[in-house]
């Protein structure tokens, strides 16, 4: 069974870097695409990046494009979110989760972990 729980959560200012960690202690990550959402204060979940359960396929939002690189390790069933030159924008509760069969940039995921906080500050 797939469990997730994200963690590297903080407070940075902005322009800063942020990397988040999304161990699943089930250790059947593996078998999964995995993503990123999202979601600030009164606004809907928003899709942030994804990988494919191969490691070789990866999208990422529009506004995150270019700044945000996930990533995998198999061998600590571990997704990986890094976060660069991190904006005010980019405040919100990040979740992991876990789909089978292809990535995609919806959030019909499976599984969801319970979300670590990022606040970047102006």
């Known amino acids: 069974q797939v469990q997730l729980v994200e963690s590297g959560g903080g407070l940075v200012q902005a322009g800063d870097s942020l990397s988040l960690s999304c161990a699943d202690s089930?250790?059947?990550?593996?078998?999964?695409?995995m993503g990123w959402f999202r979601q600030a204060p009164g606004k809907e979940r928003e899709f942030v990046a994804a990988?494919?359960?191969?490691?070789?396929?990866?999208y990422y939002g529009d506004s995150v494009k270019g700044r945000f690189t996930i990533s995998r390790d198999y061998a600590k069933n571990t997704v990986y979110l890094q976060m660069n030159s991190l904006k005010p924008e980019d405040t919100a509760v990040y979740y992991c989760?876990?789909?089978?069969?292809?990535?995609?940039?919806?959030?019909?995921?499976?599984?969801w972990g319970q979300g670590t906080q990022v606040t970047v500050s102006s």
């Open positions: 989760a876990a789909k089978f069969g292809e990535a995609t940039m919806s959030n019909n995921y499976d599984y």
């Open positions: 089930g250790r059947t990550s593996g078998r999964y695409a």
């Open positions: 990988i494919s359960r191969s490691g070789a396929i990866t």
